[in-house]
């Protein structure tokens, strides 16, 4: 598990022992990077259940100003500053051991989400549904969920709009947007 590009290009990340933390595999983080790869830099980023970091530190590398890492894993939490400092993005980023949901009520307005937690469970359709009640998302904002293939995302409501989604063998990344809306 490396850093694609950007500052980091290269620096090997450190890897979760066991399968309780999963991280997307290169593949899919190359392609969902590519997605997103214009709109980027100097934007605010919460990588929730954060696992080893890998996708907020990407988006770190690539010039995002800032990204919060929220993971309840304490397994979690040491990865991902470790991994921040393996490749000098610590000062960028605000690393929290807590509940991602409850971190929604608080932490204030994000331009992407990164959202990939443990396959199987209901945390995307409850993620989407706490950022839409706080309403986290700036304006042309950006919702990233990966998943297995077979889920489908709820649907969200007006100014939120699932744009695309995209297939990875057994992933999915489904891209939300919340459009802007001009009175």
């Known amino acids: 598990m490396r850093v694609i590009s950007g500052t980091a290009r290269g620096r090997k990340l450190l890897e979760p022992d066991g399968m309780k933390i999963r991280p997307s595999t290169d593949k899919v983080k190359e392609s969902l990077f590519n997605i997103i790869q214009f709109d980027i830099e ?3 980023v919460l990588d929730m259940f954060a696992g080893s970091g890998q996708l907020g530190i990407e988006a770190l590398s690539r010039g ?3 990204c919060v890492f929220v993971d309840e894993s304490t397994e979690a939490i040491r990865l991902v500053n470790a991994n921040l400092q393996r ?3 610590e000062k960028a980023a605000t690393v929290v051991r807590g509940d991602a ?3 929604l009520e608080h932490g204030g307005k994000f331009d992407i989400v990164f959202i990939d937690p443990p396959y199987d469970t ?3 359709d409850r993620a ?3 950022i839409i009640e706080f309403d986290i ?3 042309n904002g950006i919702i990233i969920c990966e998943s297995r293939v077979e889920k489908e995302i709820a649907a969200v409501p007006e100014p939120y709009r699932l744009k695309k989604e995209y297939s990875y ?3 999915k990344l489904s891209l939300i947007v919340k459009e802007s809306i001009i009175e």
């Open 64 to 66: 995002a100003e800032s």
């Open 128 to 130: 989407l549904e706490r």
């Open 122 to 124: 209901t945390h995307i």
């Open 42 to 44: 100097g934007r605010r």
């Open 87 to 89: 490749c000098g993005l």
């Open 137 to 139: 998302l700036k304006d």
């Open 169 to 171: 063998g057994r992933i």
């Open 101 to 103: 949901f409850s971190y």
